[in-house]
């Protein structure tokens, strides 16, 4: 009796099994989707590595993808560039993977991290880095698993995952729900940088994300040794890293958590530029489409222009600009 019950529980589990199977490898992937994007930043900063001549990349979160005018910086300064900036649920571990192996001689690695990727822990995963798995697999080397266990799981996880959103996503489409909105691959430009009419007008209404939640607390070590780690990698190859604090919305500004943030990292780092004072990168609520980081589109000519201003003494301008 009892190993006809384990039979049939067996006999279920592999039917289970064949059927997520089935899902994972049969249902396409959503190739709009904002975060096949990764897919477009690789290829672009892929090509701009095969060209020789030194390079100018953007890291970070949505704070980037949103906020700069990419090519603004490439013809001020005179160099080919690419925003491989996307989602910051991606982690900042994540990121820096992703850029390691490319620093060469003359490069130039923009950092803009959001205040919270400052505290973050390591983690296998995250429900944003499994979604990019399933349109992005190249991703897996950049997630933080270095061991067995923590490549199994990762894999185990993403699978379970991204059968879920297939799911999801089909009965989705069956009942007619739109997908229509600032969050697709589509929105994205050459260079990187989201584009779109939709972050024309601000809707931001304070989201509930605070500064001060980390009132007191110093940047995390695994920050302090994720960007030394690549700042000694790229001042080997001949390349440089500066660090750019992120524009804030009025609303979520603490004066002595960015403060303290500074004053820790100026002490930590090592061989990576601090560009701004964040104090001054606080812009009006009106200027934020949709959270304290995502500026609407006069949002992201400011900052571009004042960061292009803070990057004069560091970066050479080419005539004329």
């Known amino acids: 009796m009892a190993l006809r019950l384990l039979l049939r529980i067996g006999v279920f589990l592999a039917l289970v099994l064949a059927i997520c199977a089935a899902i994972f490898y049969g249902v396409p992937g959503n190739k709009k989707a904002y975060l096949a994007a990764l897919n477009d930043k690789q290829a672009r900063i892929d ?91 190249r991703g897996y080397v950049f997630c933080h698993a270095d061991n067995v266990y923590q490549k199994s799981r990762l894999r185990a996880t993403a699978f379970a ?88 919305a009025e609303a979520k500004w603490d004066g002595d958590v960015a403060s303290t943030v500074n004053a820790y990292l100026a002490e930590h780092l090592v061989d990576v530029t601090i560009v701004n004072d964040p104090a001054e990168y606080v812009y009006p609520n009106e200027l934020y489409f949709d959270t304290k980081y995502h500026t609407t589109q006069a949002g992201r000519e400011r900052r571009t222009a004042q960061t292009i201003s803070d990057l004069r003494p560091y970066l050479l301008p080419v005539s004329g600009q």
Do not use: C
Request: net charge negative; no cysteine; charged share 20%.
């Open 47 to 137: 090509s701009l590595e095969a060209d020789a001549t030194p390079d100018l990349v953007l890291i970070g979160g949505s704070n980037v993808a949103f906020g700069i005018n990419t090519r603004s910086l490439s013809d001020t300064f005179g160099m080919p560039a690419v925003n491989m900036a996307l989602h910051a649920g991606l982690r900042y571990e994540y990121m820096i993977k992703q850029v390691m192996a490319y620093p060469t001689e003359g490069d130039v690695f923009l950092i803009f991290p959001e205040f919270s990727q400052l505290y973050e822990p390591l983690s296998t995963g995250t429900p944003i880095i499994y979604q990019s798995l399933e349109v992005y697999p």
């Open 161 to 248: 995952e991204i059968v879920q959103l297939k799911v999801k996503r089909t009965l989705g489409r069956m009942i007619g729900m739109s997908e229509k909105n600032a969050y697709q691959r589509s929105v994205f430009n050459h260079y990187g940088d989201i584009w779109t009419d939709v972050t024309l007008t601000s809707r931001y209404r304070s989201d509930d994300k605070h500064m001060d939640r980390n009132a007191g607390k110093n940047p995390s070590d695994d920050f302090i040794r994720l960007t030394n780690e690549f700042a000694a990698k790229a001042k080997a190859n001949g390349a440089r890293v500066l660090l750019i604090y992120p524009a804030i």
